[in-house]
């Protein structure tokens, strides 16, 4: 399914801008129904921002460190997103907790990936995390941004299996390879006006249907 008129990204990114490049690619090569109409980092550093010069992509970088206190600091971050006319928030390692001030000026329209299946470890290093409790499996969520520490609705997820030799490198790295995959995925879904949020509930309409189970170590 695509449309003619594409869906305006804000893409905010803290560090090297690897999910920021899948999105890039994917809005290049046409599969996805969106256009990014900002790209922007909270780090002057961050490899992000050259990516996005690279691509050619409108940038700028409001530095956190300038400001007092974390509103302050989203109302500017908000303010740059509705001068774009933004119309959804892409979290791409943007490592900055969203206040109230972001999530009333967006609502229920900016979205987060995160590297382990929600909601089992949430927050940092959880790679680590999953290695050191001996999860089976790992993976990684897309989902919506609420006022809790990837607490919001899931939209999309990928699973990953642990293998024994896993170092915590090894599993971030294959993690991050599926969230290539998903999060353009999970916006063209967006794009597509096929996706409604009743209370926790995602739903996706015309979503394919798999009843095919994961199972590590295999049978």
Avoid: W
Wanted: charge should be negative; proline fraction near 5%; aromatic fraction near 6%.
């Amino acid at each position: 399914m695509s449309t003619n008129r594409k869906l305006r990204l804000g893409v905010l990114a803290s560090g090297g801008g690897t999910n920021l490049q899948s999105i890039v690619d994917q809005c290049q090569a046409l599969k996805i129904d969106a256009e990014i109409v900002l790209v922007l980092c909270n780090n002057p550093d961050a490899g992000a921002l050259q990516r996005a010069e690279k691509a050619g992509l409108p940038n700028t970088c409001i530095n956190h460190r300038d400001f007092a206190d974390r509103q302050s600091f989203d109302r500017s971050v908000v303010a740059a997103l509705l001068k774009a006319d933004v119309e959804l928030v892409v979290l791409a390692g943007f490592m900055r907790i969203i206040s109230e001030v972001f999530l009333d000026a967006f609502p229920q329209r900016i979205i987060n990936i995160h590297p382990s299946l929600l909601p089992a470890f949430p927050g940092l290093q959880v790679q680590q995390k999953a290695l050191d409790y001996g999860a089976r499996f790992s993976g990684c969520t897309v989902h919506f941004v609420d006022n809790g520490v990837d607490t919001g609705p899931i939209l999309a997820q990928a699973v990953v299996p642990i293998l024994a030799e896993d170092t915590e490198e090894t599993l971030s790295a294959r993690i991050l390879q599926q969230e290539h995959k998903i999060y353009p995925h999970a916006i063209q879904l967006i794009a597509e006006g096929r996706v409604t949020i009743e209370q926790r509930q995602v739903r996706i309409a015309y979503a394919e249907k798999s009843e095919t189970a994961l199972i590590n170590p295999p049978l």
